[in-house]
């Protein structure tokens, strides 16, 4: 049986498309043979450091080639590959790779220090620097240029685990989701699909590869069809007009707030935009002061749903329905089925409010080492249970009415209240904490936490933030804090979220 997984893509690519610009980053064009044959040459490396099928191999990096060789060269041998956000603090760097088993870590030599005390406690075994390395630690170019890019075959069946990708904790701790081969594959299928994207492509990558939608929805699809994708390792609107420029590029994904930033930039009336044919924007609804000013420009959004359990992609609204459908997410993706169910899990009529619910081969395996979180996720009859309200309308669109678990979307940042409100409530004088989102110009939404306290306590914004900061990633941080005198609650003792988001949103 020969590999089938999304490591034998490139060595495909390479077959068929040789000299076929891959990916641009900086000055660097690298063809679909060099890029094939510096993913075999990381297989090579981490295949001579006992890297085998099942290992978790982390990545901690912005967008550069190396993240893409080590999560293609890692498929080559079946390893696991375990993207972790580079804006979390030390601990909760510490938790992914201890909590994932990872083997070995790759990282650029400014995170290393962030890194040590997972890797100390999680007894890494191989710690590889991007780069010529530094004292102590191998540079990951040298060892690439002393490999032969040879390893024994694997073979690597598509429901094996292709990575872990870690979502916010809803109970505190970030959990681990699978995602397979197939899980990958499909949603790359989905995205070739519904945004029609062809080989003559050219994308702008300007959101991390860590985030899944990045990777899933942005990276993975223009490599299966043979495009060229352009990385960059940073968001800065202006430099983002230039390349679009610069490079004549046709697809783009961000978040509103990226777009928002690109729409105000003084260049923005001025760059060319004429190439842009795809754009892509996912994390929040896109406002339309948004709309308004790329429609300007003769450009309109695809936009979506997913999360990271469906890898990400669940629902897709085309460009020609955004105003027709404005507020909805679209309709699910090709290869996807989309559901709303009630509390029973009945499903229920066209245009009532229930749980969306979600099928497909995009859809996750399971929380890695949660067996009990993965059988909650799931309904008897296989289904992924979103944990978001909606509802579908005649014609199939889905709506979202409300997020289940008061999930807070800032700047295309996921953040869960449990997380910060568990650290909150271990400040001296907080009785009482909720963490709510609040709308936000420029993010879409920050967090806010509302607290209540113990007689003669004192407890402010700087004061918050302070304890928590080196402890969270700073966008999970509130921009403030809200002393109140009791915290409204239902009758068995919830806090009532909606309630205080009305209050200080109104």
């Not at 004549?248 to 003084?266: E, K, W």
């Amino acid at each position: 049986m020969l590999p089938q997984g999304i490591g034998t893509w490139l060595a495909k690519r390479r077959l068929k498309s040789p000299d076929k610009t891959a990916v641009i980053f900086g000055h660097d064009e690298i063809t679909y043979r060099e890029f094939a044959d510096a993913a075999d040459r990381v297989a090579a490396v981490l295949w001579q450091r006992g890297i085998r099928q099942g290992d978790a191999v982390a990545y901690i990096g912005e967008n550069s080639p190396p993240f893409l060789q080590v999560m293609f060269g890692a498929a080559q041998l079946g390893a696991v590959f375990v993207p972790v956000n580079t804006r979390l603090a030390a601990p909760e760097i510490r938790h992914i790779l201890v909590d994932s088993g990872a083997r070995a870590v790759v990282l650029d030599p400014e995170f290393l220090d962030r890194a040590m005390d997972g890797v100390e406690a999680g007894h890494i075994a191989h710690v590889i620097v991007t780069g010529d390395g530094i004292s102590g630690h191998p540079g990951l170019a040298r060892q690439m240029a002393e490999a032969d890019g040879e390893h024994d075959g694997t073979e690597v069946p598509m429901d094996a685990p292709a990575a872990i990708v870690y979502t916010s904790g809803t109970t505190g701790r970030p959990k681990g989701a699978v995602l397979t081969h197939q899980n990958l594959t499909w949603v790359a299928l989905n995205c070739i699909i519904d945004y029609d994207v062809v080989s003559t492509d050219r994308s702008l990558m300007i959101s991390p590869l860590f985030h899944v939608a990045s990777l899933g929805m942005g990276a993975l699809p223009v490599i299966l069809k043979g495009a060229t994708l352009v990385l960059e390792n940073g968001f800065e609107a202006g430099r983002a007009l230039q390349l679009i420029q610069r490079h004549r590029i046709t697809m783009l994904s961000g978040v509103p707030t990226t777009y928002q930033m690109m729409a105000d930039h003084p260049e923005w009336s001025s760059t060319d935009l004429s190439t842009l044919q795809k754009l892509t924007c996912g994390g929040s609804a896109v406002p339309t002061r948004i709309l308004n000013a790329f429609e300007e420009r003769g450009l309109s959004f695809s936009q979506g749903y997913g999360m990271t359990e469906t890898s990400p992609g669940a629902t897709s609204l085309s460009p020609e329905m955004t105003r027709a459908k404005q507020g909805s997410v679209g309709l699910a993706h090709f290869f996807t089925e989309v559901r709303i169910a009630d509390e029973h899990g009945v499903a229920v009529p066209q245009g009532t409010i229930g749980e969306i619910e979600i099928s497909g081969p995009n859809v996750f395996a399971g929380y890695h080492g949660l067996a009990d979180a993965t059988a909650e996720a799931f309904t008897a009859d296989g289904w992924f249970r979103s944990g978001d309200l909606g509802y579908l309308d005649a014609d199939g669109y889905l709506f979202i009415a409300d997020r289940l678990k008061d999930m807070i979307i800032s700047g295309g940042e996921n953040i869960y209240p449990a997380e910060v409100e568990n650290l909150i409530s271990d400040l001296e004088g907080v009785s009482g904490v909720a963490v709510i989102g609040v709308p936000d110009e420029r993010w879409g939404e920050v967090p806010w936490a509302v607290v209540t306290l113990r007689d003669g306590a004192d407890v402010d914004t700087e004061r918050v933030r302070a304890h928590l900061d080196g402890v969270l990633a700073r966008y999970k941080l509130p921009k403030n804090v809200v002393v109140i005198e009791d915290l409204p609650r239902t009758a068995s003792g919830k806090i009532r979220k909606a309630e205080l988001r009305a209050r200080f949103t109104s």
